[in-house]
């Protein structure tokens, strides 16, 4: 099989079934292909909705809510394709995106993971689809928003690359987990997502794991897909997912740059962070 497409279902019925019709409706002539749906204990009635309308669709159920990492680990045990495709269920392809980048994968062998440019409802561009590896410094400049007010500047626009041509192909450090596409042979290498992020960071994880392979991480604008990005969260939203948004910052550092930085700075990047999701749980808190 050539491909396996695995979506992580959490009371996401619309968007999910949205993303599956989008993939059906798209250019998948001689491509052999699947498409795995892996529920979280949705308990809503959009698992039962989404077999109905996608019988050819494979669904495994969990009992409980075990993370966006597990969930996709799951699913890649699954899979039986050559190449596996992580795709956020909030996500629309277009009608070339999967026979595209298939085919620019195969044909450059280098290339560990495959990231595509990814738009925003609006049109403009989801910053997070080519990145650089958080460090102290660019983690820094990016939450002082100076990558926005400088986003020319190398130095000040390293997290989200914001002086990289979006319209260019190009290797980089990280791309995101809403469109990931990465060989099977290099999962066997290299391992699966690291489940000890519940959801965000496993994808700046795997990156950073793949590419210390001596793979490239490989950004291809020449297909797209758009993204509802936290289509599911609007409002108040779930402290988990707050937490796990920040936690997943100390995790990364811990693992990869335990011995990289002095003791200072390590302690500089555990405060802020603490801080910045307690700020956050206070806003969401108190959010309407």
């Not at 079934?17 to 959009?46: F, M, P």
């Not at 979006?166 to 997502?193: H, Q, W």
């Not at 002095?262 to 302690?267: F, V």
């Amino acid at each position: 099989m050539d491909l396996s497409i695995i979506i992580v279902n959490y009371k996401t019925q619309e968007l999910t079934s949205n993303c599956i019709d989008s993939i059906v409706k798209s250019n998948t002539k001689g491509l052999n292909y699947e498409i795995i749906v892996v529920d979280n204990a949705s308990e809503d009635g959009s698992i039962e909705a989404i077999e109905k309308a996608f019988p050819q669709v494979e669904i495994i159920r969990n009992r409980e809510n075990q993370g966006f990492s597990k969930a996709n680990n799951l699913g890649i045990k699954t899979a039986k394709g050559d190449y596996i495709l992580l795709l956020n269920s909030d996500t629309i392809v277009e009608f070339n995106t999967l026979k595209g980048a298939l085919e620019f994968i195969k044909d450059h062998k280098h290339i560990g993971a495959l990231g595509c440019k990814i738009l925003l409802p609006s049109g403009k561009l989801d910053a997070a689809c080519k990145r650089s590896f958080p460090t102290p410094a660019n983690g820094l400049y990016h939450s002082l928003n100076l990558d926005t007010a400088f986003p020319d500047n190398t130095r000040l626009g390293a997290y989200n690359l914001t002086y990289a041509d979006e319209n260019k192909t190009c290797s980089i450090d990280c791309i995101m987990g809403a469109f990931m596409m990465v060989p099977r042979k290099v999962i066997d290498e290299v391992g699966m997502l690291d489940e000890d992020y519940f959801m965000y960071g496993e994808d700046v994880d795997w990156c950073y794991r793949i590419k210390n392979a001596g793979y490239q991480i490989m950004y291809y604008p020449e297909v797209r897909i758009f993204h509802h990005k936290k289509a599911s969260g609007i409002g108040k939203r779930n402290p988990k997912v707050i937490e796990a948004f920040y936690d997943s910052m100390g995790i990364f550092y811990s693992k990869h740059y335990q011995n990289k930085y002095s003791k200072l700075t390590r302690w500089c990047v555990m405060t802020g962070t603490s801080l910045m999701k307690k700020m956050a749980l206070h806003k969401n808190k108190h959010r309407k």
